[in-house]
């Protein structure tokens, strides 16, 4: 299974980007979608979550900014991101679940400046 992101870049605060993810591989049903982030010298935290439901959760800090949108059929992913802010800046990575194991997209860097 691999997991290809994409969308990443540089962009003022107050702007937007949309990063996609694409699953492919031996994928029989996806569970979980989503996407983590890493800050330079913090720990990998959750982004957002989907499951094949539809059902989310959001990190507060995105809350109410950030929108994850979901594709079964394609195994895709999206993740619209509004009204960003430096904190923002991050390296973010695609998840996916598949059969109780976890999968890593190789990081895709935003750059928010002030």
């Known amino acids: 299974v691999q997991l290809q992101a994409s969308g990443g870049g540089l962009v003022q605060a107050g702007g937007s980007l949309r990063l996609s993810c694409e699953a492919s591989g031996n994928i029989y049903r996806i569970n979980h979608m989503g996407w983590y982030r890493q800050a330079p010298g913090k720990q990998r935290e959750l982004v957002v979550v989907i499951t094949g439901g539809g059902d989310t959760n959001y990190a507060d800090s995105v809350k109410g900014r950030f929108t994850i949108s979901r594709d079964n059929a394609k195994n895709m992913v999206d993740l619209q991101m509004n009204s960003l802010k430096p904190e923002d800046t991050a390296v973010y990575y695609c998840?996916?679940?598949?059969?109780?194991?976890?999968?890593w997209g190789q990081g895709t860097k935003v750059t928010v400046s002030s």
């Open positions: 998840y996916a679940l598949i059969r109780m194991s976890q999968y």
